[in-house]
């Protein structure tokens, strides 16, 4: 997919070694842009208390899709008792539609692993995995060399970059479902156990990979660590939002003249992404799918939301895996929100019971509009179950599952009502064919 | 839920149940499953390696492996099986002739994905992991990663097809399942 270009105002943090040939597979090319310089800082005149206080001022905050902010986390992890620490990278981008901690694991693998390690140094972790999906083959090929030329130069290993402690790196592949990109399914699965969630708290910070504190970042966000402690916090503090400062990768696909991966201060509104850098919509607009799977339908009149994690969540979508998906007017919302309520119950786990069966009844309701069998009291009857959904919920699948039947039915009543009430659909997608009612 | 109960009125229709799961309790050679775990030593805690190199050796997961592996490393049988279950990727039953793969992301539903799917549910007689009930097809799930523009992602046999519709599934279903003559898939 193509790495597009924004404006020239817009910093390039995450994708900056992109454009520079061999950086992606040649340590000393990737060292030639400025890979390593700030793990070589640190190292020596650091300590890791300085380094957590650095993320914790540069205001960053995950990039998974919680947007929990890192410093915070870094430092639950490290004030937690314990002699063994371990830090997880998530790569496993578990959303099928996006490509975006590919691209940046594939075209800039020593910054995530520079990241990587400045988050061990910082915790006092000795051991970290990078968890990568396993059908990302060159990713992992690419990480693995990595973690190899930093080795021979000393940068890893028994004693590494001279800091007198050691520190080992190791990429692990992962195969699994939409909900193995939870942390702590992610953890299950790095321990060789069933992939479920658990209940959290504790968090992952107290008791993670083999109950022992553990800090799972995503590898966008550790990719930025090294910007910050080469720049300092307050450079990184004034990109972006003030709530939300930093820069994101976005993906945008469907129904858009230039799809493509860019990199976005974060704060910036859909629409200046979508028009300015995405060219626009290819037909009518009719919705934004922001956010992945579990993400939310935003109207036109929504698209001045800028991008951050309260603002998308006020509107009923999230930051998510950072795509969006833009549909025209010939598609059907109801059809599509149903659709993908059914895909991610197809893909939760099961081990709750708003997982099991409340997502199934949800995505069953979503059907009945599409298919005309539905009464008119099942509106309010996914609002109440999707209520329920939430407050129930173990873990984030579900708490999101109810996102694009939400903002569905909130941003595009009239087309449900036209569903549920009239047994007709306006975009001529579904056949509601409405069943005259036998008893009542 | 919904699932096991089109499962269990399919038990009570008296119908024998096709269920390529009791299959592999066959007795199969264990050479390659005790060479896996010697490379692994035998630790329960790397059980989810060794049934992936397992599936890599045999094409699946025999459920007799599956008991091996109790076996050798101390871990409960059901805990395994339990395991083996909760990933998408690890299956027990041969791999069937043909792959019917279909990308379910959101840009692919958005194109349509959803009405081919399930055309392919429909006409291959399973859903997503299951293998249609003659043996002859597997359906799976595939990543578009964005990629696919305006068509929904499938492939047969990791051939991308360059369109297709809920029609055009129904006669790629029916031509692969034609291809491997009843009762011989398997
Ligand atoms: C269903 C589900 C899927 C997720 N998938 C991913 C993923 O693919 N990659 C990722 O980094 N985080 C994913 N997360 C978020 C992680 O649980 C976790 O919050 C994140 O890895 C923490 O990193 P951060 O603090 O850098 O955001 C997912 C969460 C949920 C609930
Ligand atoms: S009966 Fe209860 S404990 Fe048993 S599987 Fe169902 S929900 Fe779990
Ligand atoms: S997916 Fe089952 S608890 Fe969240």
Redesign the pocket.
């Known amino acids: 997919m193509a790495i597009l270009q924004g404006p020239a105002s817009w910093p390039s943090i995450l994708l900056a070694r992109a454009s520079v040939a061999g950086a992606a597979t040649d340590i000393e090319a990737a060292e030639g842009a400025g890979a390593w310089t700030a793990w070589r800082q640190a190292a020596a005149s650091l300590t890791p208390e300085q380094v957590i206080r650095l993320v914790s001022t540069s205001g960053l905050r995950?990039?998974?899709?919680?947007?929990?902010p890192?410093g915070a986390?870094w430092q639950a992890c490290a004030a937690w008792p314990s002699a063994i620490r371990y830090v997880v990278a998530?790569?496993?981008?578990?959303?099928p539609g996006a490509q975006l901690?590919r691209t940046l694991m594939e075209t800039d693998p020593h910054a995530v692993l520079e990241g990587v390690v400045l988050a061990a140094y910082a915790v006092r972790a000795t051991t970290a995995i990078i968890a990568v999906n396993s059908r990302y083959t060159t990713a992992i090929e690419r990480l693995r060399a990595a973690i190899t030329a930093a080795e021979s130069k000393g940068y890893l290993g028994a004693n590494a970059m001279s800091t007198g402690s050691e520190l080992w790196v190791e990429v692990r592949e992962l195969a699994g479902s939409?909900?193995l990109?939870?942390?702590t399914v992610?953890l299950r699965a790095l321990e060789d156990r069933r992939a479920q969630p658990d209940q959290r708290p504790p968090y992952p910070t107290e008791l993670g990979l083999w109950g022992e504190p553990t800090v799972?970042?995503?590898?966008?966000?550790?990719a930025a660590v090294p910007w910050i402690v080469a720049n300092g916090s307050s450079a990184y503090a004034a990109i972006g939002a003030h709530a939300a400062p930093g820069t994101t990768l976005i993906q945008l696909s469907g129904a858009i003249r230039n799809p493509g991966i860019v990199e976005v201060p974060l704060g910036t509104t859909l629409r200046e992404v979508l028009d300015g850098v995405g060219g626009g919509p290819t037909g009518t607009f009719k919705a934004a799918l922001v956010g992945g799977p579990?993400g939310g339908f935003l109207p036109v009149e929504a698209l001045d939301t800028p991008l951050g994690f309260g603002e998308l969540s006020a509107a009923g979508a999230i930051l998510g895996?950072g795509t969006v998906v833009v549909a025209d007017q010939t598609t059907c919302l109801v059809d599509l929100s149903a659709l993908l309520t059914r895909y991610l119950n197809d893909e939760a786990c099961g081990k709750t019971i708003p997982c099991r069966i409340g997502t199934r009844r949800l995505a069953e309701l979503g059907q009945g509009f599409c298919t005309g069998r539905s009464r008119p009291s099942d509106a309010a009857l996914v609002a109440s179950l999707s209520a329920d959904i939430q407050d129930a919920a173990l873990?984030?699948?579900e708490?999101?599952a109810v996102n694009p039947l939400l903002t569905g039915m909130r941003y595009f009543g009239q087309e449900f009502a036209d569903h549920i009430d009239r047994g007709s659909c306006p975009a001529g997608v579904c056949q509601p064919i409405r069943v005259a009612s036998v008893a009542h | 839920y919904a699932e096991r109960r089109e499962e269990s009125a399919l038990r009570r229709s008296g119908r024998t149940v096709p269920d390529a799961t009791f299959e592999p309790f066959a007795r199969i050679d264990l050479g390659p499953v005790d060479a896996i775990l010697a490379r692994h030593g035998h630790r329960p805690r790397a059980a989810l390696r060794i049934m992936d190199d397992v599936q890599a050796e045999y094409g699946h997961l025999p459920v007799a492996a599956l008991q091996h592996i109790a076996h050798q490393t101390g871990a409960w049988y059901s805990e395994l099986y339990g395991m083996a279950t909760s990933y998408p990727h690890l299956r027990f039953e041969t791999p069937g002739s043909h792959v019917v793969a279909i990308c379910r992301c959101a840009q692919c539903t958005v194109a349509g994905g959803g009405r081919v799917l399930a055309a392919f549910r429909q006409h291959l007689g399973t859903d997503i992991g299951g293998l249609s009930p003659d043996g002859a097809v597997r359906l799976e799930s595939t990543d578009c990663r964005g990629e696919s523009a305006g068509v929904p992602r499938v492939t047969v046999d990791g051939n991308v097809l360059p369109t297709v519709n809920a029609t055009d599934a129904a006669t790629i279903a029916a031509a692969l399942r034609a291809t491997v003559p009843q009762g011989q898939a398997a």
């Open positions: 995950g990039r998974g899709g919680s947007g929990h890192t986390k998530n790569g496993f981008e578990a959303d901690d939409f909900v990109g939870e942390e992610l799972v970042n995503n590898v966008e966000t550790l579990s895996s873990c984030g699948l708490r999101t």
